[in-house]
């Protein structure tokens, strides 16, 4: 649940990096709301003919500035340029842009910034003196 709060405190952050997990945390939680949302437009009857609801729709709405900031910061994680997610707009680009979040990040800091996954790709916790020992 912290990884979808952590997105939307962020949420018109266009810039630094997000790990695969912060991501895809995200995009899970965001389809199981939507999946809710629209059993609930259902049974309460505020779908309409092609499918869409007025919860899912006002849902959609509120999350999409904090899904376009993640997936830049994922595509700048990988070491591209966030204008990337505009190929999405094809639909060949979408089975791209799927690639490009499934890659793991570039090692290291990169010009987006340093690496989110740092302290795990080098043994060491976040904020650890010595590697391998955590914090207590």
Same mark, same amino acid.
């Given at each position: ?14 810039? =630094? ?12 939680? %965001? ?21 869409? +609801? ?38 060949? =680009? ?15 800091? %990169? ?20 590697? +391998?020992?955590?914090?207590?």
């Amino acid at each position: 649940m912290h990884w979808y709060v952590d997105v939307l405190k962020k949420y018109v952050v266009f810039t =630094g990096r997000a790990r695969r997990q912060e991501f895809w945390m995200f995009t899970l939680f %965001n389809v199981i709301v939507s999946i809710v949302l629209a059993i609930v437009d259902r049974a309460i009857g505020t779908d309409t003919a092609s499918g869409t +609801g007025v919860l899912g729709g006002i849902y959609s709405l509120l999350v999409l500035l904090p899904s376009l900031g993640v997936t830049v910061r994922r595509l700048h994680d990988t070491g591209r340029t966030g204008w990337w997610i505009l190929i999405g707009l094809t639909g060949i =680009g979408l089975i791209v842009l799927l690639v490009f979040n499934i890659l793991e990040g570039t090692a290291g800091e %990169n010009k987006y910034g340093p690496d989110p996954k740092a302290g795990e790709r080098f043994g060491t916790a976040a904020g650890s003196a010595e590697p +391998g020992y955590p914090t207590v």
